[in-house]
């Protein structure tokens, strides 16, 4: 077992709940062999593959940062069955949802953590993941509070040595501030840009006929907002 990492989290623990509502019971009971709470969680550090999926160390597991309802989570576990994928939600009702929905198709490649992103060091080693999504993350520009945004040089920095050499991330917001602000962040990194567009349903040739769009996303493109779209590989 992972030796536990007692650096306090950023969030509330679920055990210190007083009433806690039918999706944290079932963090902790229907789903606990793939569902982790913020205490539970951490413990997997180094040992996903090994501990959770009872896979070969050189299996690829993915980590989507903010699954919400889990569209996009379900989709990939589903697209790639090959490969495993860790989530991380903050939310109770989302965090059950996606798992739900993983498993309502079949698939048994997946496990969630109730989990602040900004803690991710607590959650993986270095060299322990693959490829990474974060889609649609809040984009802090209302209230403007850039410091809260989970696409930052130190978040990315970190990620950058979590993941496996050849790995991607891939980043898209309907918010423009955003991009522009985090766009400023990945050049003081060490990723390397392969695609970006400031307009994913215009301008993404491949990237646009691949992507897939959760109904969060789809409130956004119905408006006619624009989608932006970046995807950076690790050297
Ligand atoms: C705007 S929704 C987007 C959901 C989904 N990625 C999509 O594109 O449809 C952002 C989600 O990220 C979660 N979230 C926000 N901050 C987070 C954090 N620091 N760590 C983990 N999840 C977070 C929220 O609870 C919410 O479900």
Redesign the pocket.
Do not use: R, W, Y
């Given at each position: 077992m992972a030796e536990q990492n007692h650096r306090v989290q950023r969030i509330n623990l679920t055990r210190n709940l007083t009433k806690p509502n039918a999706y944290a019971v079932a963090l902790d009971s229907e789903f606990k062999d793939v569902a982790f709470n913020e205490e539970r969680a951490s413990l997997n550090k180094g040992h996903w593959r090994q501990l959770v999926f009872k896979c070969a160390e050189d299996k690829a597991v993915d980590v989507e940062?903010?699954?919400?309802?889990g569209?996009?989570f379900a989709y990939q576990a589903q697209k790639e069955k090959d490969r495993f994928i860790v989530g991380?939600?903050?939310?109770y009702k989302?965090l059950i949802q996606s798992i739900r929905r993983v498993h309502a198709s079949g698939q048994r490649n997946a496990a969630i953590c109730r989990?602040?992103?900004?803690d991710l060091d607590l959650l993986f080693e270095k060299n322990e993941i693959n490829n990474v999504f974060i889609?649609?993350?809040?984009p802090w520009t209302s209230p403007r509070k850039p410091q809260n945004r989970?696409v930052n040089r130190s978040m990315l920095n970190q990620i950058y040595d979590m993941q496996r050499p050849g790995s991607f991330l891939e980043f898209k917001t309907d918010s423009r501030e955003y991009f522009l602000w985090a766009a400023e962040e990945i050049k003081a990194t060490k990723y390397h840009v392969e695609f970006k567009t400031n307009n994913l349903y215009k301008d993404g040739g491949r990237y646009f006929e691949n992507n897939f769009q959760?109904?969060?996303?789809k409130i956004f493109v119905d408006k006619g907002t624009e989608i932006n779209f970046i995807k950076l590989i690790r050297t």
């Open positions: 940062i903010g699954t919400g309802a569209m996009h991380l939600e903050l939310k989302p989990f602040h992103a900004f889609h649609c993350p809040d989970v959760t109904s969060f996303e």
